[in-house]
């Protein structure tokens, strides 16, 4: 049986970059075994986290994501030997670039999930969506791409209130 | 305000001079990247001679802020395509020369390294007619260990006069920064990228950013807008300071050319700190095939990943 669904006033958006054959495998595992998370992640599969370009995440928050979350094999275990030793350096600099910028570290997470952990990535998907449904939406990366629909200067009282409502 | 001693650069540039002359006219090399005096008064600018009797014209002085490896990598009709190409490098530039050669764009032995012994040079804000004081030197000086190039093929026997201790700019200001809290710090960013007009100069002057076509150009799929309004703004400067982490040499030549006066060398210099701190790793005068983003060692930190 579904347990009654809980309405929020604010629904995350969260993007999920994964490797197809751990964390993937892992959510399916998950699915397969109806274990019960969170709709608000959105999955994109990629070979391997060392394809995850950085660029994709800052896609992302452009876009409009509220959270990022990049999950892959475990170290030893990449199908192609070496791809998330390689991601996980490069993860490890984008992220120190970002907290340089003034993003909030906590709406970016990383991590290794196996095919064999569904349930670890049930538990993670959980508490990220909750930590982000706490922190409210991402607005750094909306405001900016807002400035580009009128200038800074004009501030009339119809555009603030659309504003307002998005 | 302390002056500087410039008293060498007069030696340095005779010993360029005859350097210069020799080698060209024994044919050693068939070209030389250099310094030549500007038509204002005290600038300089870079100039490409093939001919010997022209090494009369390459000077150094304070005013010779330029990074000239840019040159060997994207190319330059002045510059032959065959044989031997001498090159005038500072410290900093000769990290920049070293870096592409680690990086398989240039071979060593296709170059002839003329190193200067620098006592600094000025920065991009003052008039090159000034002197070299601790007021005017940009920078990139102030922080700078390797007045003396090591590895090149001729350098100028002089003797560096001690260096006085300068105020340490960049070290303070990513202190400042780092001390912020991050809404803070992006406002500052916000501020500071919203100046940015995509001219591209950042790009055009770095000696790392020889890809033939930029992620920042393609359009299919577009990763970052190519239009000059703050996301894409933003974006690109992210992007690039990501590119050119574990790369840089800090030559700053970025913040130098920036018109809209962006501390994009901040950005660079944050991001070496950084990777020297996790991978141990920094710009030297070493040649390194694999920098700290090429390789990977399984005992790396993973503290941030569940």
């Known amino acids: 049986m579904h347990s009654e669904k809980q309405k929020h006033a604010f629904e995350p958006r969260i993007i999920a970059f994964v490797c197809t054959w751990c964390t993937y495998a892992g959510a399916d595992l998950a699915g397969t ?112 791409a807002l400035e580009e629909q009128w200038s800074g200067a004009l501030d009339a009282p119809e555009l603030k209130e659309a504003y307002n409502s998005i | 305000m302390t002056t500087i001693d410039t008293s060498i650069y007069s030696a340095v540039t005779e010993a360029i001079r005859g350097e210069a002359q020799r080698t060209l006219s024994e044919g050693l090399v068939t070209a030389i990247v250099g310094y030549a005096a500007a038509r204002r008064k005290g600038s300089a600018q870079p100039i490409v001679i093939t001919n010997a009797a022209d090494s009369e014209k390459l000077i150094f002085s304070p005013a010779c802020v330029n990074n000239l490896t840019v040159y060997l990598t994207k190319a330059k009709k002045e510059i032959p395509k065959t044989g031997r190409v001498g090159i005038v490098v500072k410290g900093c530039d000769l990290k920049a020369l070293v870096g592409l050669m680690g990086e398989s764009q240039l071979k060593r032995d296709e170059i002839y390294i003329i190193g200067v012994p620098c006592a600094g040079v000025l920065a991009s804000t003052v008039q090159p007619s000034q002197e070299l004081t601790s007021d005017t030197i940009a920078s990139k000086c102030r922080e700078c260990g390797e007045f003396l190039p090591q590895g090149c093929d001729f350098v100028p026997g002089v003797e560096i006069p001690a260096a006085p201790e300068l105020e340490k700019n960049y070290s303070a200001e990513i202190a400042r920064l780092e001390a912020l809290t991050p809404a803070e710090r992006w406002a500052y960013w916000r501020e500071q990228f919203s100046k940015c007009v995509k001219c591209y100069a950042c790009r055009q002057v770095c000696p790392f950013c020889f890809c033939e076509q930029c992620l920042c150009d393609r359009n299919k799929p577009q990763m970052v807008e190519s239009t000059p309004r703050p996301a894409g703004n933003t974006a690109w400067h992210i992007v690039r300071a990501m590119h050119l982490a574990g790369r840089c040499a800090g030559c700053a030549e970025c913040e130098r050319v920036c018109p809209m006066d962006i501390p994009l060398n901040l950005l660079n210099r944050k991001m070496a700190r950084e990777l020297k701190e996790l991978y141990a790793y920094e710009a030297s005068f070493q040649v390194n095939d694999k920098g700290p983003l090429a390789t990977y060692d399984e005992k790396d930190d993973q503290s941030f990943i569940k």
């Open chain 1, 33 to 144: 075994s109806r274990m019960q998370y969170p709709s608000n992640v959105r999955l994109l599969k990629f070979p391997c986290t060392g394809r995850i370009d950085p660029v994709f995440i800052l896609k992302a928050f452009q876009q409009g994501a509220d959270g990022v979350l990049v999950s892959g094999c475990h170290p030893g275990d990449c199908h192609y030997i070496a791809g998330n030793f390689h991601a996980r350096r490069r993860f490890a600099a984008f992220r120190k670039l970002l907290e340089f910028i003034g993003v909030d570290l906590d709406r970016l997470q990383f991590s290794w999930v196996s095919a064999a952990e569904g349930g670890k990535w049930v538990e993670m998907v959980t508490e990220l969506t909750e930590r982000v449904r706490a922190m409210g939406p991402m607005r750094e990366f909306r405001e900016l």
